[in-house]
């Protein structure tokens, strides 16, 4: 477990090394959770399983025991602050992919150029907030020009994103959460990072 000065607060990681790991995977969390949700837990463990490293990252504000978010600026500067550290220190000279849960993912498109991410894995990305399509955040997703897989629940009240040019739309049984079938999930991410991987590892 890491502690890394970000200029927002403590960011904390927890890190899970592979011997020879190819790749670095940093995962973050939804607005209102943290880095034990189900399914990020299960894209660690297929992440590992492809020879990636994988790290955790928990936001300032849920450090400090705040719940509510803080703005995105905010957000995404913590995360930067974190993949530079990362990037600088135990995954030196290894392509990173960036992912999160919900908000997370939001964090991970909108830093993947900045943040020079060789991908971005999205889980329960939120198209829209519950019965507000009008709120769209579509262009989030649109602004990544790396490959970019979506892991999404078929019954998702915060919608479905369409597939796209380097994108990757995975439907699976349930809701937001994403519990209602780990094995889908971990199946898809792994099958993903080993095709996209191979061509830079």
Known sequence: MLEIETPHGL?????????????????????????????????AQSARRA?????LVEQPYRVAGRRAPAPAKQLDTAWLAVVEYLGAGVLEGLPL?????????????RTSEEGGAAAVLCLAFPVHPPGKPEKDRLPELAGVDVPILVVQGERDPFGQPPPAP???VVLLPGD??????????????????ERILRPIT
């Open 166 to 168: 380097h994108r990757d």
């Open 51 to 55: 020879g990636v490293h994988v790290a």
């Open 176 to 193: 937001h959460s994403l519990k209602g079938d780990l094995d889908g999930l971990s199946r898809a991410v792994g099958e993903w990072l």
């Open 97 to 109: 992919v960036f992912g999160g849960r919900s908000s997370g993912a939001r964090v991970a498109c």
């Open 11 to 43: 960011a904390r990681v927890d890190l899970h090394c592979v011997p020879e790991g190819r790749a670095g995977l940093l995962l973050g969390h939804g607005a209102g959770g943290g880095i034990a949700a189900p399914d990020l837990v299960a894209a």
